[in-house]
Nanobody, 123 residues
């Protein structure tokens, strides 16, 4: 069974940094892609950053050059380093993973989500 658990959220002041972690219950090389999403109150969930199985990354424009996504296969963990935080970064951040192949974990393309971690940026 695949479980994703986020941690590292909390309260930060504008301009500060914070690192989120997403630990998986299985080896993450099984995932074709992993990503961070966020959802602010009253808004739709939006894709923040993606890291592919080959290590390539993608970011939404509003966080580019401020956030860095990475994955550590040995630690079964994905990270989101967030620098120069802004009030508009306030949201619940969710970890997402997509299976790269069919196995006992599920079907290729199956998606898994963490429970979310709150990030609040306020002075």
């Amino acid at each position: 069974q695949v479980q994703l658990v986020e941690s590292g959220g909390g309260l930060a002041q504008p301009g500060e940094s914070m690192r989120l972690s997403c630990e998986a219950s299985v080896r993450i090389f099984a995932f074709y892609s992993m990503a961070w999403y966020r959802q602010a109150p009253g808004q739709q969930r939006e894709l923040v950053a993606t890291v592919m199985h080959d290590g390539s990354t993608n970011y939404t424009v509003s966080v580019k050059d401020r956030f860095t996504i990475s994955r550590d296969n040995d630690k079964r963990t994905m990270y989101l380093q967030m620098n120069s935080l802004r009030p508009e970064d306030t949201a619940v951040y969710f970890c997402n993973a997509v299976l790269g192949g069919t196995s006992y974990l599920g079907e290729r393309g199956d998606e898994f989500w963490g429970q979310g971690t709150q990030v609040t940026v306020s002075s």
